[in-house]
């Protein structure tokens, strides 16, 4: 299903047009366009639209193709708990001033098929039950499995016991410095950020990298989230229920490091403005998810 304008072709494709309830398929969402022109895909949040559910999407990558033009390509996985059969209408995908619409597409949805137990057949199983069963022989296994299990649990509690009772005297051996909040951490890296102006100097992706980093090891000091192993989406996923009560900073950390990913990866071109409010979401992410203390008065 393609759009074209001019040098422009924009495409939104499903996988599978037939699904059954709860499965998932593949919208595939596809734009080629000449070198220097940047296109920005559909921006899709939780929903495609009411009924279908977007449970994950791929970053959007870039390919040159044979006859040096540009694709950007990106994956959604979607899903559907709904019996019926779905609309959905032309995506837009933009290019400097103008915005160009994919075709419209079609999703059914389906209850999966019911099993005829007439179907099944039954078999006559009482000559099994008058087979001789020898207990003492059963019970002999049993008890020789448990043992087994027995000798090995406790020797499994054993070596660890041991060695967390070693590993304790060690830490007790060398002094250990007070580790500083995460928040002050992250507050005295991104005024470093700040100080340094490299994204001035023309560095823009090396400056949403240090950015990115600096909430990756806030969020896994945070949140324990092991933000530095994942991609964004996992990262967003994980930190979704965390921030439940503040959809709008969870709003702000999916903006800013989508726009770091494009950066990165797909050699987006950021304005000033871009590059000051993922700096000023980055200090209100931080602060606004600080633990606050209370102050306890005396009577």
């Given at each position: 299903?393609?759009?074209?304008?001019?040098a422009?072709?924009?495409?939104a494709?499903?996988?599978?047009t037939?699904?059954f309830?709860?499965?998932?398929?593949d919208?595939?969402?596809?734009?080629t366009c000449?070198?220097?022109e940047?296109?920005?895909?559909?921006?899709?949040?939780e929903?495609?639209i009411?009924?279908?559910?977007?449970?994950?999407?791929t970053?959007?990558?870039?390919?040159t193709?044979?006859?040096?033009?540009?694709?950007?390509?990106?994956y959604?996985?979607?899903?559907?708990?709904?019996?019926?059969?779905?609309?959905?209408a032309?995506?837009p995908?933009?290019t400097?001033?103008?915005?160009?619409?994919?075709?419209?597409l079609?999703l059914?949805?389906?209850?999966?098929?019911?099993?005829?137990?007439?179907?099944?057949a039954?078999?006559?199983?009482?000559?099994?039950y008058?087979?001789?069963?020898w207990w003492w022989?059963?019970l002999?296994?049993?008890?020789?499995?448990l043992?087994?299990v027995?000798?090995g649990?406790?020797?499994?509690?054993?070596?660890?016991y041991?060695?967390?009772r070693?590993?304790?005297?060690e830490?007790?051996?060398?002094?250990t410095?007070?580790?500083?909040p995460?928040?002050?951490?992250?507050l005295?890296?991104?005024d470093a950020?700040r100080?340094?102006?490299i994204?001035?100097?023309?560095?823009?992706k090396?400056?949403?990298?240090?950015?990115?980093?600096?909430?990756?090891?806030?969020?896994d000091?945070?949140?324990?989230?092991?933000s530095?192993?994942?991609?964004?989406?996992?990262?967003?996923?994980?930190?979704r229920?965390?921030l439940?009560?503040?959809?709008?900073?969870?709003?702000?950390?999916r903006?800013?490091?989508?726009?770091?990913?494009?950066?990165?990866?797909?050699?987006?071109?950021?304005?000033?403005?871009?590059?000051?409010?993922?700096?000023?979401?980055a200090y209100?992410f931080?602060?606004?998810?600080t633990?606050?203390?209370e102050?306890k008065?005396e009577?």
């Amino acid at each position: 299903m393609l759009t074209t304008i001019l040098a422009l072709v924009v495409s939104a494709a499903i996988d599978s047009t037939t699904l059954f309830i709860g499965d998932q398929t593949d919208l595939h969402l596809r734009a080629t366009c000449e070198v220097g022109e940047q296109v920005q895909l559909p921006m899709l949040d939780e929903q495609l639209i009411p009924g279908i559910e977007i449970v994950d999407r791929t970053i959007i990558d870039t390919t040159t193709l044979n006859d040096g033009r540009i694709q950007y390509n990106q994956y959604l996985t979607l899903t559907s708990f709904e019996d019926s059969l779905f609309y959905i209408a032309p995506l837009p995908f933009i290019t400097g001033n103008d915005t160009i619409w994919s075709e419209s597409l079609m999703l059914n949805v389906v209850q999966p098929f019911e099993i005829d137990s007439t179907d099944i057949a039954i078999t006559d199983i009482k000559g099994i039950y008058r087979a001789p069963i020898w207990w003492w022989g059963i019970l002999r296994w049993v008890l020789l499995a448990l043992a087994i299990v027995g000798v090995g649990f406790g020797g499994y509690y054993l070596i660890n016991y041991l060695q967390s009772r070693m590993g304790k005297k060690e830490e007790e051996a060398l002094p250990t410095e007070p580790m500083r909040p995460a928040e002050e951490v992250a507050l005295e890296k991104l005024d470093a950020i700040r100080e340094q102006k490299i994204w001035q100097a023309g560095q823009v992706k090396e400056y949403h990298t240090q950015l990115t980093d600096v909430l990756r090891e806030y969020i896994d000091r945070r949140f324990e989230v092991n933000s530095a192993e994942q991609t964004s989406d996992e990262t967003l996923r994980a930190m979704r229920p965390l921030l439940s009560e503040k959809k709008d900073i969870f709003e702000q950390l999916r903006k800013m490091l989508t726009l770091a990913d494009l950066v990165k990866f797909a050699k987006w071109t950021t304005t000033p403005d871009e590059n000051e409010t993922s700096l000023r979401s980055a200090y209100t992410f931080v602060k606004e998810t600080t633990p606050i203390e209370e102050v306890k008065s005396e009577n």
